[in-house]
């Protein structure tokens, strides 16, 4: 029996942490220290029990002690087991943050008794400090969440709520936050949980944090925009946690897409003659261009509800004929049927009656701006001659050429990018072939299978880089050049959907744009001395005026032409510099005509074609009309010896040949 006393007041003194008894009858005061108590708080028993004072209360952080003092009082009422949090002052003056579990009960002799056991929180709560000081200095969310199939939030801070929009709980309503907490998944949108699954999938398995941009759901309905990012960590209890810091860029995100999308609408107005905006979430139209005299310009820019444009827009100006396969069409549209039924942008041919009065042909196609809005824009149909040549040339080409393309009078081509980022080629002029680098008889075959973007585009002069901005912004803008002119035009290039859809394609179209550019020889000087710096970045002056050589390849020709020092240069050996990994074939010789013309086009504009001379194909610069530091240098006089510093032609790297030799020349 001794033995087992003795070993539970072992226990008590060494195991069960900051254990001590309590006589809950005035004076309160400790009946029983553990010596785990005692090293907890760095005092003697002696220092903490007494039968007349509570030496333990006089430990309690004096902030706490009102806190204390009720804890005690409710605990001397009834039987009853509750817990609190406080501080301690130990010996030295230092602090610890405690969780007191502590029981109340009758003694034998009607006395109320209590246990208490004690559990240093010191650490976790410092941790909650470092948080507030998150919550308080930072506007960032924060969140804590399991890393369970179906996440749990742990701990969320106070902007994130209000990121969210929570509102405060009232009597008998649904506590929103705590549904949200038992499943993260609530605060992603359906189209964006998928995504966010990877994510968190990523960072659980490679330890990696993961950072970007996602949408969450707000508790109001509305949408917010976060960049942040999520890590794994380990948590106290020593299990592994997500933790996420993000900062809303709704505002931001909201206005970086108003600016895009009115670019894209500003292309959309050189093709269509009438656009308008369908908000399917509000409900409601409005018309965003019209082009000429229009009875839509008194209508531009007011939202109505779609019921209201139907009768005003349909129902009086489309023929009876085809009213009801309209009508049917925009309110399937309206119940998003039509994009899930065709990969292709929904289109619809009608006949309608136009401003002036008279029954004209439209063909109109929804383009897609996100879950919520689309763009449908309609122009009037050629004539009947037009339609006719239109009509012979879709019997030769491929059927989705003729939706694609809606029979445009001025388009130059069209192809398909699929949702895994491959390009299928559907149409083009012999012109716009060149454009891209092929012959007609290899873009034939490229029509029969798909390409990836990256080599789609490696022969073209423009660069990869440009592709990918109108992928990414649903619009562009090339230089394009006219082989049976031989002059410059600009085309424009536009998505069929203005963001890439995971399941669907999306179809480039291809259409002259006007060039307005200023005539450049009106603003030439009358004494056009042309020099040339090849030391260093090769660039070009007429007079004061650099040169904007609007292709890269034409502007290398000139500089091969330069180090030729007048010598001439045949169309193979052009080649084998322009394009060193490719040989002599009728695709290159074709490219280089084309580079070679684009030279000439632009020395005519600069008034200077003269300083080139072209004999059966072979072409050579005229020393003797221009100014060039690398003939100055290599004449020997002395005012010139100075001019070469150790770098020549450092764009192009053929150029260290010369280089070489020029090196030499200083030894």
Same mark, same amino acid.
Not at 215 to 232: E, N, P, Q, S, Y
Not at 287 to 293: A, D, K, N, T, V
């Given at each position: 029996m001794n033995n087992m006393l003795n070993n539970t007041e072992n226990i008590l003194n060494f195991q069960i942490s900051g254990f001590h008894t309590y006589i809950l009858e005035k004076p309160f005061h400790l009946s029983f220290v553990s010596q785990n108590l005692c090293g907890m708080l760095g005092k003697e028993r002696s220092e903490l029990q007494s039968e007349k004072y509570d030496l333990y209360a006089l430990s309690v952080h004096p902030a706490d002690q009102e806190k204390y003092s009720e804890f005690l009082q409710?605990?001397? #009422?009834?039987?009853?087991?509750?817990?609190?949090?406080?501080?301690?002052?130990?010996?030295?003056?230092? #602090? !610890?943050? =405690?969780?007191?579990?502590?029981?109340?009960?009758?003694?034998?002799?009607?006395?109320?008794?209590? @246990?208490?056991?004690?559990?240093?929180?010191?650490?976790?709560?410092?941790?909650?400090?470092?948080?507030? +000081?998150?919550?308080?200095?930072i506007p960032c969310g924060f969140m804590k969440y399991t890393c369970e199939k179906q996440p749990r939030v742990t701990y969320i801070n106070q902007k994130m709520i209000d990121i969210l929009r929570f509102p405060e709980v009232k009597e008998g309503e649904l506590d929103y936050l705590e549904l949200y907490k038992s499943n993260i998944f609530l605060m992603i949108p359906m189209e964006e949980r998928r995504r966010f699954s990877k994510y968190l999938n990523r960072v659980y398995s490679s330890d990696v944090p993961?950072?970007?941009?996602?949408?969450?759901?707000?508790?109001?309905?509305?949408?917010?925009?976060?960049?942040?990012?999520?890590? &794994?960590?380990?948590?106290?209890?020593?299990?592994?946690? +997500?933790?996420?810091?993000?900062?809303?860029?709704?505002?931001?995100?909201?206005?970086?897409?108003?600016?895009?999308?009115?670019?894209?609408?500003?292309?959309?107005?050189? =093709?269509?003659?009438?656009?308008?905006?369908?908000?399917?979430?509000?409900?409601? #139209?409005?018309?965003?261009?019209?082009?000429? @005299?229009?009875?839509? &310009?008194?209508?531009?820019? !007011?939202?109505?509800?779609?019921?209201?444009?139907?009768?005003?827009?349909?129902?009086?100006?489309?023929?009876?004929?085809?009213?009801e396969r309209v009508l049917t +069409? +925009? &309110?399937?549209?309206?119940?998003?049927?039509?994009?899930?039924?065709?990969?292709?942008?929904?289109?619809?041919?009608?006949?309608?009656? @136009?401003?002036?009065? /008279?029954?004209?042909?439209?063909?109109?196609?929804?383009?897609?701006?996100?879950?919520?809005? @689309?763009?449908?824009?309609?122009?009037?149909?050629?004539?009947?001659?037009?339609? /006719?040549?239109?009509?012979?040339?879709?019997?030769?080409?491929? /059927?989705?050429?003729?939706e694609l393309v809606m029979r445009f009078t001025d388009g130059l081509a069209a192809f398909e990018v699929t949702s895994e980022g491959l390009i299928k080629p559907l149409f083009a002029n012999d012109n716009v072939c060149e454009f891209f680098g092929y012959t007609k008889e290899e873009w034939i075959s490229l029509m029969e299978k798909s390409t990836p973007l990256e080599k789609f585009v490696a022969?073209?002069?423009?660069?990869?880089?440009?592709?990918?901005?109108?992928?990414?912004?649903?619009?562009?803008?090339?230089?394009?050049?006219?082989c049976k002119s031989e002059k410059e035009r600009k085309i424009k290039a536009i998505c069929s959907h203005k963001e890439a859809n995971s399941k669907n394609s999306r179809y480039v179209m291809l259409y002259y744009a006007d060039s307005s550019k200023q005539n450049v020889k009106t603003t030439l000087p009358e004494n056009r001395t042309v020099s040339i710096r090849t030391f260093g970045y090769f660039d070009v002056f007429v007079g004061d005026i650099p040169i904007a050589f609007r292709n890269k390849k034409a502007k290398e020709l000139f500089a091969l032409l330069i180090d030729r020092k007048g010598g001439y240069v045949t169309s193979e050996e052009a080649i084998g510099f322009l394009w060193e990994d490719e040989p002599a074939s009728t695709v290159t010789l074709s490219r280089y005509r084309k580079v070679a013309l684009r030279l000439k086009n632009t020395l005519e504009e600069y008034g200077i074609s003269d300083i080139i001379e072209t004999i059966d194909g072979k072409r050579r610069i005229i020393p003797e009309k221009v100014q060039c530091d690398l003939y100055n240098y290599l004449s020997g006089k002395e005012e010139y010896s100075q001019l070469f510093k150790g770098s020549y032609l450092t764009n192009y790297s053929w150029a260290e040949t010369t280089l070489g030799e020029l090196s030499g020349d200083i030894k």
């Open positions: 409710r605990l001397s #009422v009834k039987e009853q087991t509750l817990s609190t949090e406080y501080r301690l002052i130990r010996k030295d003056g230092s #602090v !610890i943050f =405690v969780r007191d579990c502590f029981t109340s009960e009758k003694n034998k002799d009607g006395i109320f008794i209590g @246990s208490s056991v004690l559990t240093d929180i010191t650490d976790i709560k410092n941790e909650n400090n470092d948080l507030r +000081f998150l919550n308080e200095t993961v950072a970007g941009e996602i949408t969450l759901l707000r508790c109001d309905g509305t949408r917010a925009h976060i960049f942040g990012w999520v890590t &794994k960590t380990i948590n106290e209890y020593g299990t592994s946690e +997500f933790q996420t810091v993000c900062m809303d860029v709704t505002d931001r995100h909201q206005k970086r897409k108003n600016i895009e999308t009115e670019r894209y609408l500003k292309a959309l107005t050189d =093709v269509y003659d009438k656009i308008f905006e369908f908000n399917i979430d509000a409900n409601t #139209v409005k018309c965003l261009h019209s082009s000429g @005299s229009s009875n839509f &310009k008194h209508f531009e820019n !007011i939202a109505i509800q779609i019921e209201d444009a139907y009768e005003k827009w349909i129902v009086k100006t489309v023929i009876a004929e085809d009213r +069409f +925009f &309110k399937d549209f309206c119940q998003k049927k039509l994009y899930t039924q065709n990969i292709q942008p929904p289109m619809i041919e009608y006949i309608a009656k @136009s401003s002036n009065g /008279e029954n004209k042909k439209y063909k109109g196609v929804f383009i897609k701006v996100d879950d919520s809005v @689309s763009f449908y824009c309609c122009r009037t149909m050629p004539d009947t001659a037009d339609a /006719e040549i239109l009509r012979t040339e879709n019997n030769i080409l491929r /059927e989705n050429m003729k022969y073209s002069d423009t660069a990869y880089e440009d592709f990918e901005e109108l992928l990414r912004n649903g619009e562009a803008e090339f230089t394009y050049f006219d």
